[in-house]
């Protein structure tokens, strides 16, 4: 007898079984589950996405998301040098939830207590979840009180990242622009060399400064991706990179910053625009729903469902697996986690050899891109996601016109698979 069961036998299975879930559970099978997901962003909009996709009328499923417009952080950079606008990654929400059924919440979660399985939002309203999925990306752990509105750090994009653009701009041949990198894990791992690229190309070769300055302040020991890449492009267009160079405080009537080198000097360093990337730390909602496990929240990657409270799953940037903080990654995250929810709504454990994948295509000018890419896989041993590669990993491609075409195919996919 075939081991694949007929339509006729599948649905009188299918009534059996719902038949002993009724009877045993009679309350339960009548109450649709509903899962919450706060933030809208790459991980939060995929993963709303794929529970309605797989789990239809048997999930209903709210995002609550502070923003009307979603603007993605993802090709921003592009912006700096006038090849992108703000519009060009600005995403709205209303076809994609009427599309899938999603609940659209538009306010900012400001407390969760997870033993009543209740969220406050900003206008003290309340919403009660069954799951609850925390997507909200990142915070900033700033060395000081000083005003980002001057000091910009463009790297959550839209008002920011005009900012910086803007103080871009008005810069005159002969001024020095200084940015700084955190100590990862942070946002992006490329990111803030890609950044250091572009602004170098864009003052050099767009608007023909040859007089200007770019400093970039690491605050790790050496370029920490993509090394060969970003020294040449840095080497190229003069780029004076400062490894272990440790922020300390940061000045914004004077735009300066104070930095130690090495663990010894502490030096002052002035700049016509400053470009602070501050230390990172999973999002706030993390903290209110103490399932931090200090800066990131500790999670299993089978379901991605913290090691501390039940029922609330983290996944993308304030995730803290061995996974990079990216969107292309938060975007796969999220589906493995839709599958494992759907999979306990269905009294069934999750997939046990999940795998993820990571891409990020760093522009360096205004028409090439490099590219870096890794899978993930699952192990049982360790209980982590290991790379699933023996070769040299992750892979990565060097800056070429080809591969800043190819930047385009790729980000147009993983938009639409978010947020259409
Ligand atoms: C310059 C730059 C280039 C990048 N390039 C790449 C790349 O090439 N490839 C790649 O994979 N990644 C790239 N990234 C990284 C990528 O943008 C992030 O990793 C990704 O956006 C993280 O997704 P997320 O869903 O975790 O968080 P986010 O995209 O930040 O979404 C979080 C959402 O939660 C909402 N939110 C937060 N708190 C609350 C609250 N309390 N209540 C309600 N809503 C809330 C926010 O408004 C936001 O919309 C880049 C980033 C930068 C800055």
Redesign the pocket.
Known sequence: MSSILSRREFLKFVSIAAFFTFTKDSLKAATIPHVVV????????TCAKYLKMWGGSSVKVTI????SL?V??????LVLNNSKTINDLTFNYTTYSSKYGINMVH????GINSDSKLLT??DNSTLSYDKLVI????DFIKTNDYDITKIPH????GEQTTLLKNQIDSMKNGDTFVMTIPKAPY??P???Y??ACVVSDYLKNTKGYSNCKVIVLDENSKIIVEENTFSSVFANNGVDYRPNSVVTYVDDSAKSVVYEENGIDSITLAADVLNVIPNQKA???VF?AGVNSGNWADINVLNYESNIKKDIHI????QGSSQ????????SE?KVCADAILREFNNLQPYSSPKTN?????PTSSNEASWLTAVYKYDSNTKTMVSANTQVYPAAGSPSSSNYRK?FLW?GN?FSDTFS
């Not at 993605?72 to 950079?77: A, E, G, M, Q, R």
Request: aromatic share 6%.
């Open positions: 706060i933030g809208g962003g790459f991980s939060g909009a609550v998301e502070k923003n979603y993605s952080p993802i090709l921003s950079n306010k900012e979660v400001v939002l900003g997507a909200s990306g990142i463009a790297w959550q994009a946002r992006c490329p990111g803030p890609e950044r999002a706030s909602t209110l996944i993308g940037d304030s990079p903080k990216a969107g292309h990654i938060g975007n999220a990571s891409a990020c295509y760093s930047m980000s993983l």
